[in-house]
């Protein structure tokens, strides 16, 4: 019970994280939720396995990435649209959407890290560890999408893949 207690408290402070980190890679809310529940069912399962307590959410977001990549590669989506958060709340509604635009336009790998740090306050260490990486790549790829967006926004057009 005690178990049951910690796992559901630890999943209320995660969860808009799960819910965003899964749309922004299936984009399709279907999809998402059940992502989401296997990664439920997968973590509670091992929930034991987790060595270090504090390393619940890049433990957890590191399944729910493994599980909505196994929804992409079954059903061979393409990435599309997703919701804004509150960390542009100064700027127009308009400006958050072409913002947001230009993100989902880059490749999976720098809108991501993006997304991660950006929207979801992660650390980089907690992004290395969520998509399995070094902190140094999570670094070089933070570089590159930053530098992708502002050629982005300096022509005004999104990258065509």
């Not at 396995?49 to 504090?54: E, H, M, N, S, V």
Request: proline content about 1%; hydrophobic content about 35%.
């Amino acid at each position: 019970m005690l178990k049951e207690r910690w796992f559901c408290k630890q999943l209320d402070h995660i969860k808009d994280t799960m819910f965003v980190l899964a749309m922004s890679i299936l984009k399709n809310e279907s999809d998402v939720q059940d992502a989401i529940q296997n990664t439920l069912m997968i973590a509670y399962e091992h929930l034991d396995d987790l060595r270090f307590k504090d390393k619940f959410k890049p433990w957890i977001l590191r399944i729910l990435k493994n599980e909505c990549y196994k929804i992409v590669k079954k059903r061979e989506y393409s990435l599309d649209e997703e919701t804004i958060t509150e960390e542009s709340k100064g700027l127009s509604n308009e400006m958050k959407m072409t913002i947001w635009d230009y993100v989902n336009s880059l490749d999976e790998i720098y809108r991501s890290v993006i997304i991660l740090y950006y929207y979801e306050g992660l650390s980089i260490k907690d992004i290395a560890s969520t998509l399995g990486i070094s902190s140094d790549n999570v670094k070089k790829r933070m570089s590159r999408a930053r530098m992708f967006l502002k050629k982005y926004m300096e022509k005004g057009d999104c990258y065509e893949r």
